[in-house]
C-alpha cells in the first residue's frame, strides 16, 4: 500500500547551499527561497545558524531569516549548539532544527564533538525547546554510512533515534549523509523505525545521490510507509563534512517520480524547475537533475 499523498521538506536554501563555494548574494537566496514557496513547498530549511568561519555561505543567516520567515509555515532554522538556540530564539521562529551524527568520528569532524557530548548538551536543550512550545526536529547524520568510519550499525542508529523520540521530538529526519545506501538498507532501517518509534513522532527520510541511488531509497521508504522526503531543488548539496558526498536528490525528480505514481505532493513541478533556473547561474557545479535537465533543453 503507497500513501496518497506525501510532505516534501525543501532542504535547498540550507542544506542546498551551504557546500556552495561561490558567494551567493543574500538577496538571490531570499529570492530563491520565495520561488520555492511559490511552487508549493510549506516546509522548508531556511539558514543554519553555524560558524561563519568553517560554513562562510551561512553569515547571512539572520537576514535571510527575517527576509522569508512565514508563521504560516513549517520553515526550519538549524542550529549546531546552545549559541546557535540563542540566536534562534532571537528570531522569533518556532521551528527549530538541531543535528547529530551517529557516527563520533563525523561528529568530531563536524563540530568537534562526540555523539555523546552532543547529546549530553543537545538533551537540556531540547527539554526548553519543547517546554517554550517550539518545534523541534533532529537531524540525524550518518545514518547508515560515515566517510570515517564506514559501515553504521542499524542498532546505533535505531538506539540514537529512539533515545531522541524519549525527550518528545516532534521530527527525526534520518540522513543518508554520503549517500552509500541501497534500497535494502532503506527499507530495513526505515521499516524498523516506524515500527518502534512514537506514532506522533513525524519520521522523514533524507537521501543523497552520490551512487545514483536516492530515488530507488526513496521508492524502498514508500514500502516501509514514510510519507515525508527532504529534497533540495536542482540536486543541490553536499555536506563540508563528508568527503565525496554529492547532493541531496533533487525536489523536480521527486516529484515527478511521485506524480508519475499518481502520489499528492502539492508542488507545481513548473514553478519548482523555474527555482532552480533561478538559483543555477549562481552556483559553481551543473545542477544534478534529470527533470532541470529536460527543462534546460526545451528552453
Request: aromatic share 8%.
Given at each position: 500500500m503507497l500513501p496518497e499523498k506525501v510532505t516534501l521538506i525543501e532542504v535547498g536554501p540550507r542544506d542546498g547551499l551551504q557546500n556552495e563555494k561561490n558567494v551567493i548574494p543574500t538577496d538571490v537566496k531570499i529570492a530563491f527561497i520565495e520561488a520555492l514557496k511559490a511552487a508549493g513547498?510549506?516546509?522548508?530549511?531556511?539558514?543554519?545558524?553555524?560558524?561563519?568561519?568553517?560554513?562562510?555561505?551561512?553569515?547571512?543567516?539572520?537576514?535571510?531569516?527575517?527576509?522569508?520567515?512565514?508563521?504560516?509555515?513549517?520553515?526550519?532554522?538549524?542550529?549546531p549548539n546552545q549559541k546557535g538556540v540563542e540566536r534562534f530564539y532571537a528570531t522569533g521562529?518556532?521551528?527549530i532544527a538541531l543535528f547529530i551524527g551517529v557516527s563520533?568520528?563525523?561528529?568530531?569532524?563536524?563540530?568537534?564533538?562526540?555523539?555523546?557530548?552532543?547529546?549530553?548538551?543537545?538533551a537540556p536543550l531540547i527539554e526548553k525547546l519543547k517546554a517554550d512550545g517550539k518545534f523541534v526536529r533532529i537531524c540525524i547524520s550518518t545514518a547508515f554510512h560515515c566517510p570515517y568510519e564506514g559501515q553504521v550499525e542499524k542498532a546505533a542508529t535505531i538506539d540514537l533515534c529512539r533515545r531522541f523520540a524519549a525527550l518528545g521530538v516532534d521530527e527525526l529526519s534520518v540522513a543518508d549523509t554520503t549517500g552509500m545506501a541501497n534500497p535494502q538498507d532503506a527499507y530495513e532501517l526505515f521499516g524498523a523505525l516506524k515500527a518502534l518509534l512514537p506514532k506522533r513522532l513525524l519520521?522523514?527520510?533524507?537521501?543523497?545521490?552520490?551512487?545514483?541511488?536516492?530515488?530507488?531509497?526513496?521508492?524502498?521508504?514508500?514500502?516501509?510507509?514514510?510519507?515525508?522526503?527532504?529534497?533540495?531543488?536542482?540536486?543541490?548539496?553536499?555536506?563540508?563534512?563528508a568527503p565525496g558526498a554529492t547532493g541531496n536528490v533533487a525536489t523536480e525528480d521527486v516529484v515527478f517520480m511521485f506524480h508519475?505514481?499518481?502520489?499528492?505532493?502539492?508542488?507545481?513541478?513548473?514553478?519548482?524547475?523555474?527555482?532552480?533556473?533561478?538559483?543555477?547561474?549562481?552556483?559553481?557545479?551543473?545542477?544534478?537533475?534529470?527533470?532541470?535537465?529536460?527543462?534546460?533543453?526545451?528552453?
Open positions: 513547498l510549506r516546509e522548508m530549511e531556511l539558514a543554519s545558524f553555524v560558524s561563519p568561519k568553517w560554513v562562510p555561505q551561512m553569515k547571512d543567516a539572520e537576514a535571510v531569516i527575517a527576509a522569508c520567515l512565514d508563521p504560516e509555515a513549517r520553515h526550519f532554522i538549524l542550529a521562529a518556532d521551528h563520533s568520528a563525523f561528529n568530531k569532524k563536524n563540530i568537534n564533538k562526540t555523539t555523546e557530548e552532543s547529546w549530553a548538551e543537545a519520521l522523514t527520510a533524507h537521501f543523497h545521490n552520490t551512487r545514483g541511488l536516492a530515488l530507488a531509497n526513496i521508492y524502498a521508504c514508500l514500502l516501509a510507509g514514510i510519507d515525508r522526503f527532504d529534497a533540495s531543488a536542482g540536486g543541490l548539496g553536499g555536506c563540508p563534512f508519475e505514481m499518481g502520489i499528492e505532493t502539492g508542488v507545481s513541478i513548473d514553478r519548482l524547475l523555474d527555482a532552480a533556473d533561478l538559483i543555477q547561474p549562481y552556483v559553481s557545479r551543473p545542477l544534478d537533475s534529470k527533470q532541470y535537465a529536460l527543462y534546460r533543453r526545451a528552453k
